[in-house]
């Protein structure tokens, strides 16, 4: 039973590698065809985060298949996976940064959402100096097995969710204003991942392949979250290879 749901893990964790380097290329495609700097760097760092995750899942399913023990004869494996787990972290953490700058920017009232301008510096440091010496002190190669939004950055995922989602409300431009809402909700998605599989209250489930696997499947969820604020960016639809006019707004009269 315990091989069955290792098994089915496994097969979720290449489908969500597969899902998130899709939408690592969907972002950069529509990031060549905007036009706008703001929303252009937006689409930028949702490519590289869904490539992260790409890149992590591929990571959880080569652990998976040959074991962590495989990897434990020399530390470099080690460093490189705390390595990988600790610029994710701070990848993240800027990201959710710079939205909520970008947000109140667009704010006519220019409003401080939860007072994220004093806050920040405490989850900064949080990020910064606490999943630091989590990884210093925990094996990073045991992360692979589990979500990498655990310890300190649980704390900064969830409010930075609500952060995101307020200021997204109080943006007056609808493009953002749709953008960050689900880009608000993604990060919620995160936070609930590192609720199940990841955290301290719940430190037996990494070990536990059935609750890997429900992780995993929460991360389609995200995944598509992801996917439309992209695509919230450009709403309208791609051109096709032909080269005629598909979108209502592109075609000519």
Same mark, same amino acid.
């Given at each position: 039973? &315990?091989?069955?749901? =290792?098994?089915?893990? =496994?097969?979720?964790?290449?489908? @969500? ?43 959880? &399913? ?9 990897? =434990? +004869? ?13 610029? +994710?972290?701070?990848?993240?953490f ?33 990020v &910064? ?42 943006s ?11 880009? +608000? ?26 609750? @890997? ?36 707004? @592109?075609?000519?009269?």
């Amino acid at each position: 039973m &315990v091989e069955l749901a =290792s098994a089915f893990a =496994s097969v979720i964790a290449v489908v @969500d590698a597969g899902v998130f380097a899709y939408g690592a290329y969907w972002a950069s495609e529509i990031r060549a065809a905007l036009a706008t700097p703001l929303y252009r760097r937006q689409a930028l760092w949702v490519a590289a985060i869904a490539f992260y995750f790409a890149v992590f899942f591929v990571f959880v &399913v080569i652990t998976r298949i040959f074991g962590v023990e495989a990897f =434990s +004869g020399s530390p470099v494996p080690r460093i490189a996976a705390g390595a990988f787990v600790y610029v +994710g972290v701070l990848m993240i953490f800027v990201w959710i940064d710079s939205c909520v700058k970008v947000a109140r920017r667009s704010d006519p009232l220019r409003r401080d959402s939860l007072r994220w301008s004093s806050l920040r510096w405490l989850l900064g440091f949080l990020v &910064v100096v606490g999943t630091f010496f989590a990884l210093g002190f925990t094996p990073a190669l045991s992360f692979t097995q589990a979500t990498p939004i655990f310890g300190p950055i649980g704390l900064t995922l969830f409010i930075g969710a609500i952060v995101l989602y307020l200021s997204g409300r109080r943006s007056a431009d609808p493009v953002l204003r749709a953008h960050l809402r689900w880009f +608000g909700l993604f990060m919620a998605l995160l936070w609930v991942t590192s609720a199940v599989d990841g955290t301290n209250l719940y430190h037996s489930a990494a070990t536990n392949p059935w609750v @890997d696997a429900i992780s995993y499947l929460v991360f389609w969820v995200s995944a598509y979250f992801l996917y439309r604020s992209i695509k919230d960016l450009a709403p309208l639809a791609p051109l096709p290879p032909t080269g005629k006019y598909s979108s209502r707004v @592109d075609a000519p009269p």
